[in-house]
């Protein structure tokens, strides 16, 4: 059974960093891309950014995080990560790992190509 913990998550101040975890379990990890979301309060759930799985060295980031967020993944720990750099109160969400259930995927934005997704973790940022 495949199962997604995310950590990390807290009150941060306007031009902050954060760094999020995702650990995963279940399965052999590097063979799967990995995909973070975030939703705030009434708003639809979003794309933040996504990494291949290992051998396709790829990463994809959402237009309203690029340049300021990085994806990385540790096969060793079966986690992945989100650095969030330059933080502005509009990132104010709820931050959710995924992943797929199809394993050598490049990955996607499409939250429909996720499978699992964690419970999620709740990131604040004060002006």
């Known amino acids: 059974q495949v199962q997604l913990v995310e950590s990390g998550g807290g009150l941060v101040q306007a031009g902050g960093s954060l760094r999020l975890s995702c650990a995963a379990s279940g399965r052999i990890f590097s063979r799967y891309a990995m995909g973070w979301f975030r939703q705030a309060p009434g708003k639809e759930r979003e794309f933040v950014a996504g990494i291949s799985w290992s051998g396709g060295s790829r990463t994809y980031y959402g237009d309203s995080v690029k340049g300021r967020f990085t994806i990385s993944r540790d096969n060793a720990k079966n986690t992945v990560y989100l650095q969030m750099n330059s933080l502005k109160p509009e990132d104010t969400a709820v931050y959710h790992c995924?992943?797929?259930?199809?394993?050598?995927?490049?990955?996607?934005?499409?939250?429909?190509?996720?499978?699992?997704w964690g419970q999620g973790t709740q990131v604040t940022v004060s002006s």
């Open positions: 995924a992943a797929p259930a199809i394993a050598y995927r490049l990955g996607s934005p499409d939250e429909d190509e996720y499978e699992y």
